[in-house]
């Protein structure tokens, strides 16, 4: 059975710190992500990282403030969010990818987590 559990969420001040998780299970990991959503808005990418090399990407709005790391032998993807600000108040959802790509839009992820809620008070 696929499965993608988050954890980590919360509330925080401005410029404080978080830190998600998102352990895997069910099937093989190649590449995920972590996505943001909030009310009326499309869900966007925030960062994503592939299984294999580890390399990274970042969304512009997070890039020097989050960074993507992951656990292979825990099949556990995290998201360190320092130096947090209001507009990053949204429920996060982590994704793998299709494939071995790091998914980077909504349409090119395969499996979702239920989301974790993160707030950011000013």
């Known amino acids: 059975q696929v499965q993608l559990v988050e954890s980590g969420g919360g509330l925080v001040q401005a410029g404080g710190s978080l830190r998600l998780s998102c352990a895997a299970s069910g099937f093989s990991v190649y590449a995920m992500g972590w996505f943001r959503q909030t009310p009326g808005k499309e869900r966007e990418f925030v960062a994503a990282?592939?299984?294999?090399?580890?390399?990274?990407s970042y969304a512009d709005s997070v890039k020097g403030r989050f960074t993507i790391s992951r656990d292979n032998a825990k099949n556990t993807m995290y998201l360190q969010m320092n130096s947090l600000k209001s507009e990053d108040t949204a429920v996060y959802y982590c994704?793998?990818?299709?494939?071995?790509?790091?998914?980077?839009?909504?349409?090119?992820?395969?499996?979702w987590g239920q989301g974790t809620q993160v707030t950011v008070s000013s």
């Open positions: 994704a793998t990818g299709l494939d071995s790509r790091p998914p980077r839009t909504p349409t090119s992820a395969m499996y």
């Open positions: 990282i592939s299984w294999s090399t580890g390399i990274t």
